[in-house]
């Protein structure tokens, strides 16, 4: 849109006096985003509804993308980027004498998310809108988003993110589109004069779904889409004295806080609520808004996609059999020929532990009809396959096993569509963790690699860069970030590597200032920026990493002399408040930091900084100032990751395994130019085949990993006790589930490869930009036109090269 700096200053003063009936002096940073936030709503305004009315009147199909998990990160500066306002807002701020980047760092960051699976939801939101895909989001309002971390004597400390406690300037509350969603009571079917059966409710706890909207503005081509967020109330029935205290605390629950952690089943009734309740809002309010327009139920797979991101929306299937057959009367052969043509399920991991499962009896106490949905897809799906496939194959594949409803297999069962999130991935769900599955339903099993909103992450957090990118190429690579590997035409322009140093050097000083303000330490920027960003676990292995700080510490004490550059490592992660051993190891990385920051044989050579509270906003800071990213999962473990494309997109180097779409961004930009290490994941398997893994061995073999190990308990440490010991117990008495010490020589010799090669920054930015070029195969908008032409079925404006 059209606006002059001129009038958007009237506008946002105009906007301050009617919010606040003060003036501009009178308001606080908090005060004046909020005036922007309205104020961009007012822009936006007619865009949202045009493109709402543009749908309809094409009657184009939608998709609706469900996920318990959202992480849009702050939204004014994308907004302002998308609607082509940036420039303008920032210029009359300027002559305000306001400075943007404090208004906007007012905003509450939702965290609504754990880690990669919520951001790559949002991410994918974004480019639905900007590819003019009819895309909606759907999932929940938590009023507490992920826990504040902090930390007190080194350990970590959950504190609430009230992060609406000043309102929300982006969303609509619809509460004229609210539904009611049951939960519990009895169930049964009665038969009907046309000797059909309905289904008669007794006894519900009934909860109102309303709806919170959340406008998606796509990049500079006039769509803004939904996000729709799910708020559980009290229904405002005159029923209403009736719930009790009990009653009203357990429907208040249900969007109250999100589950603290992503790589575990949570084998709670509270989640299963959760994942219900989302899940039949969601579909209830598709069809809704489907019947206003259709006659009838037949066009349903051509005007609808829904699409499960992890297992915890699986209920849709059965909700959407539900609503087909006892409120709009399909038989169960029609109801099901639509349903499995409408839904899609993306896995996430291979983890055992996350694969959900709930045991029946509390499953069909709570959702008694979508329970005997399930009974019904089990029983045909026993029917169907077990003559083909035998009984052995069909009980291991069945909804129904074990006492449980296990949700993977039902995601499978009722979709037409399967896929994982990078090839690694998808051939370990085929060969291994869904095999049995693949053997039924061979076709529905495909790779959608995952990607990343290159405009969030290269063009806002990084715009010195971009500017430089502009300088160079054309700049339709912020819309068509393929088109940066033509960057490779300078591989041999010195001038250009070295404004690429100095553009990294602008991003570490940022960096360094905020580490200088927070946690009072100073870092040179003209060290080694090493960095690994990522939740914490025990498979993601910031162990390992750490094995190498005490090393390079200990190296350091006994020669002083050793000429290296400096070496700054920059960790970020949350772990999960139940996880033990992950908290274990938040302790063991700030003791050490605690000892090398302060040791004065170390002085600013070597420096370890964890950052608390790792979250979108910080990754945005952090991201452009790395030099390198760690991505050393134990392979096969982590299916695809994201901060790998993050970083690499910004010219961090990857030192990497070989390990979901770490392979991938390697056979991109190059080996040379990365750092990979460690087992195959077919190396990984051999040993779990075999059984033979002795991490003792590797122990023995190696005095200086010993002495790394033995400084986890023989007081070298002094800020640990009973963690050191557990730390290393993990790794020599239980064997070291995770192969830390079988990757630890390799992985060190690649980071005293990285040492040596920095020393060279003329080659060290060739390398920064065979990422920076080969990166814009990572783009989400490329991913998710992929799921459009492959999956959704519908069209979208992707400029192709
Ligand atoms: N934890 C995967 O572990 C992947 C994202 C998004 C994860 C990670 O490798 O990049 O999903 N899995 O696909 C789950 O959340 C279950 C993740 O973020």
């Given at each position: 849109m059209k606006l002059t700096t001129a009038q958007f200053k009237t506008d946002f003063l105009n906007e301050i006096k009617t919010l606040y009936?003060?003036?501009?002096?009178?308001?606080s940073a908090l005060g004046q985003f909020i005036a922007l936030g309205h104020l961009v709503r007012r822009y936006d305004g007619s865009q949202w509804t045009k493109t709402s009315e543009k749908y309809r009147k094409k009657d184009r199909k939608q998709v609706y993308y469900f996920s318990i998990e959202f992480l849009p990160g702050r939204l004014l500066k994308s907004n302002l980027l998308n609607l082509g306002l940036l420039d303008t807002v920032r210029a009359g701020l300027k002559e305000l004498e306001l400075d943007f980047e404090t208004i906007s760092a007012a905003e509450p960051d939702p965290g609504l998310g754990n880690g990669g699976l919520g951001r790559l939801a949002a991410c994918y939101m974004d480019s639905m809108a900007s590819l003019g895909i009819a895309g909606n989001g759907n999932g929940i309002r938590y009023r507490y988003g992920l826990f504040k971390q902090v930390f007190m004597d080194g350990y970590q400390v959950e504190l609430p993110d009230d992060w609406l406690r000043n309102g929300n300037v982006w969303e609509i509350r619809r509460e004229n589109k609210a539904c009611l969603v049951r939960f519990g009571g009895n169930v049964w079917m009665q038969p009907q004069a046309d000797g059909q059966l309905q289904p008669v409710y007794e006894q519900t706890d009934d909860v109102l779904a309303v709806p919170y909207d959340v406008g998606m503005i796509g990049y500079r081509n006039d769509v803004t889409n939904t996000l729709r967020l799910w708020s559980a109330e009290l229904p405002p029935s005159a029923d209403n004295a009736y719930y009790s205290q009990e009653q009203r605390d357990r429907i208040d629950d249900i969007t109250k806080v999100l589950y603290p952690d992503d790589s575990n089943s949570e084998g709670q009734a509270l989640r299963l609520r959760q994942e219900y309740f989302f899940s039949s809002a969601g579909v209830q309010s598709i069809i809704r808004h489907y019947g206003l327009r259709h006659q009838g139920m037949r066009e349903l797979g051509k005007k609808i996609a829904i699409h499960i991101?992890?297992?915890?929306?699986?209920?849709v299937i059965p909700e959407l059999m539900r609503l087909l057959m006892?409120?709009?009367?399909?038989s169960w052969d029609v109801a099901w020929a639509l349903t499995t043509q409408v839904m899609s399920y993306t896995n996430h991991t291979i983890l055992q532990e996350a694969l959900e499962t709930w045991p029946i009896d509390m499953f069909k106490g709570l959702l008694p009809r979508i329970y005997q949905i399930v009974v019904e897809i089990d029983r045909r799906y026993r029917a169907a396959k077990t003559p083909i496939f035998g009984e052995d194959l069909v009980n291991r594949t069945a909804p129904l096993g074990n006492g449980q409803v296990r949700m993977a297999y039902l995601a499978v069962i009722g979709s037409h569509s399967v896929n994982g999130v990078a090839p690694l991935h998808t051939e370990l769900l085929k060969n291994d963790v869904l095999r049995d599955l693949y053997q039924v339903y061979p076709e529905r099993f495909n790779n959608k690699t995952n990607g990343i909103a290159t405009r969030r992450w290269v063009q806002l957090a990084n715009e010195p860069l971009s500017q430089l990118i502009d300088s160079k190429i054309s700049p339709e690579w912020r819309q068509?970030?393929?088109?940066?590997?033509?960057?490779?035409?300078?591989?041999?322009d010195a001038k250009f590597l070295k404004q690429l140093t100095t553009v990294k050097q602008t991003n570490k000083q940022a960096l360094a200032a905020y580490i200088k303000q927070n946690l009072g330490i100073e870092v040179r920027t003209d060290a080694i920026f090493d960095v690994q960003i990522k939740r914490l676990h025990a498979y993601k292995r910031q162990l390992l990493h750490v094995l190498e700080i005490i090393r390079e510490y200990l190296d350091l004490k006994a020669h002083p002399a050793t000429k290296a550059p400096a070496h700054v490592h920059i960790f970020g992660a949350k772990a999960a408040p139940s996880y033990h051993y992950a908290k274990a190891i938040i302790k063991l990385i700030n003791a050490l930091a605690d000892l090398v920051n302060h040791d004065p044989d170390i002085g600013d050579r070597l420096k370890v900084v964890f950052i608390p509270n790792y979250g979108v906003s910080l990754g945005e800071l952090i991201i452009p100032a790395a030099d390198i990213s760690e991505q050393i999962s134990t392979a096969s473990k982590e299916a695809s990751g994201t901060s790998n494309m993050k970083l690499m997109a910004n010219g961090a180097v990857s030192l990497a395994t070989l390990d979901g779409a770490n392979i991938d961004i390697i056979q991109a930009a190059g080996e040379a130019n990365e750092y990979p290490f460690g087992l195959t994941a077919k190396a990984v398997y051999g040993y779990y085949e075999r059984g033979d893994y002795r991490s003792v061995d590797f122990y023995q073999a190696d005095p200086e990993l010993k002495r790394v190990l033995d400084a986890l308990v023989d007081g070298t440490i002094p800020g640990i006790t009973t963690e050191g010991r557990e730390i290393y117990d993990s790794l020599l008495r239980y064997n070291d589930e995770f192969f830390v010490l079988a990757d630890y020589e390799s992985y060190v010799q690649q980071q005293r490869q990285i040492s040596q090669d920095f020393q060279d920054q003329t080659k060290w930015q060739q390398k920064a930009l065979a990422n920076i070029a080969a990166a814009g195969i990572f783009s989400a908008d490329l991913a998710v036109a992929r799921y459009a032409d492959d999956i959704w079925q519908v069209p979208h404006t992707l400029l192709q090269d």
């Open positions: 009936a003060t003036d501009l002096n009178d308001t991101n992890d297992t915890h929306p699986t209920l006892d409120d709009h009367h399909c068509q970030p393929s088109q940066l590997k033509t960057l490779m035409a300078y591989q041999k």
